[in-house]
């Protein structure tokens, strides 16, 4: 049975270049183990954009999915501007 609680993350559309496919950057914070101080780091995952909604530019909010591809393992949940 697969699970009904997947991780939902927001970020910000860097590449909408690819069919079906874009690019989001997600951006968290954590503290450095030497200094103490907090830093931004950012990951970037391919998403599924079935409908070719999102734009480059855009706030979006995708969910974790089943693989669909060798890289995307993401879906576009709604596009928040």
Known sequence: MLPKNRK??????VSAKMQKTIIVRVEYQLRHPLYKRIVRRYSKFKVH????KAKVGDKVKIKETRPLSKDKRW??????K
């Open 8 to 13: 939902i993350l927001s970020g910000e559309v």
């Open 49 to 52: 954009d079935e409908n070719g």
């Open 75 to 80: 879906t576009l949940l709604e596009v928040v």
